[in-house]
């Protein structure tokens, strides 16, 4: 279309401005002639649209010994799954910022939050909120976070923490000089509800496990954001982490050792980054392998867990069928809807805030699978 192969004015059959949409819809419904209906909207100088703060709520006393929530982004993954599971966990829902100020504003509306706002500042430096949830572009998701730490907030992050070293090391200071700050990245999926029976089956089991978790990724345009390594930092960084964080967490043991291997660069292949193996190592003996492949088909589970040990071994699909093969009390464990944990993980560290206890995943731990997750990356970005 940008140049000019597709024609598609032949498709348009009716021009109208804004103000008459009424007439539009109307035309749509009784000509039968009507095709293609463009809806023209007025010319409106940009500086128009911004709103740097307006009050949604009026009114509004909150709880200063209860988490009382600031949300730095209000696309589409904070909009559809993090603010409603913040709304049902009980936070106190302050204030909403966007760049542009008009999602924030709709979201905010729709959600119950006191104010919305277009500057970050409207939150960090804002006394009455205590919690930070950043939801934006991962490029700002170290800045975000020591920003709030700076100013001795809470702050519940967006994977992945960081994009590199240095931001975990300027995220590590930050940390180590605020006061009873807690620091939470959403690794959601070690609170879904099979997760936590897989976790309880292996409890029994004394000895090293074996683990192959595979993400059925799906392709996306080279060009999408997430993609770009100064923006996203790549698939690995920026999902493929959630898996390095499971293993972790259902090993219960250090990490030790990680080797990667990508796809080998071809003609065909735009990306080979996000079609990789990573093999993990871990000082209880354990073992397991993260396979991140968007070269498969819709037809396989996007997401398979599998479990290797004590002559047993356990398989989840898409958080829904959970199997037990060889567990002596044990069978299956099946969900009516997908529950990857969300709502869970936010309860969890808000439930921390409230009751004064350790954040539900320990400071040394995410700064754990924060560095080999980005060496996994490292070693995938030298290969040819």
Not at 128 to 147: F, G, K, L, P, S
Not at 326 to 333: D, I, P, T, V
Request: contains cysteine; charged residues 25%; glycine residues 8%.
């Amino acid at each position: 279309m940008a140049d000019g192969r597709i024609n598609v004015k032949p498709l348009i059959s009716h021009h109208f401005n804004f103000d008459d949409a009424v007439e539009a819809y109307k035309t749509l419904s009784d000509d039968k002639q009507a095709l293609g209906i463009l809806l023209q909207y007025p010319d409106v100088p940009k500086e128009s649209l911004i709103v740097k703060q307006v009050t949604l709520k009026q009114d509004v006393s909150f709880k200063a010994d209860q988490p009382v929530c600031g949300f730095i982004g209000a696309g589409n993954y904070a909009s559809r799954i993090l603010i409603p599971a913040y709304a049902k966990a009980g936070a106190q829902l302050h204030t909403i910022v966007s760049s542009g100020g008009v999602s924030a504003t709709h979201h905010g509306e729709k959600n119950g939050f006191h104010k919305a706002a277009t500057d970050v500042t409207e939150i960090l430096d804002n006394k009455e909120i205590n919690t930070v949830a950043v939801v934006t572009q991962h490029n700002t998701h170290a800045r975000y976070v020591i920003d709030a730490l700076n100013r001795g907030k809470n702050v519940f992050v967006e994977k992945p923490l960081a994009l590199d070293d240095e931001e975990l090391d300027a995220i590590e200071q930050a940390y180590n000089e605020s006061t009873n700050s807690k620091l939470m990245v959403g690794f959601n999926r070690r609170f879904a509800p099979q997760i936590v029976k897989i976790k309880t089956l292996l409890q029994s089991v004394n000895q090293p496990k074996s683990f192959i978790m595979t993400m059925n990724a799906g392709e996306i345009p080279k060009d999408t954001w997430v993609q770009d390594i100064k923006i996203g930092g790549g698939r690995i960084i920026g999902e493929a982490c959630h898996y390095i964080d499971l293993m972790r967490y259902l090993t219960g043991a250090k990490i030790v050792s990680v080797q990667a291997r990508r796809m080998g660069n071809h003609p065909a292949v735009e990306v080979t980054e996000d079609k990789a193996a990573i093999l993990l190592g871990f000082d209880d003996g354990s073992f397991g392998t993260i396979n991140y492949l968007a070269n498969g088909g819709k037809a396989f589970p996007k997401e398979r867990i599998e479990v290797f040990a004590g002559d047993a071994v356990l398989q989840l699909d898409n958080f829904r069928k959970l199997r037990g093969f060889g567990w002596k009390n044990f069978k299956k464990m099946n969900l009516m809807r997908q529950d990857k944990g969300q709502t869970a993980c936010v309860v969890a560290f808000l439930e921390s805030i409230r009751s004064g206890k350790a954040s539900p995943i320990s400071f040394d731990e995410l700064m754990e699978v924060s560095r080999y997750t980005i060496e996994a990356a490292r070693q995938l970005r030298s290969q040819k």
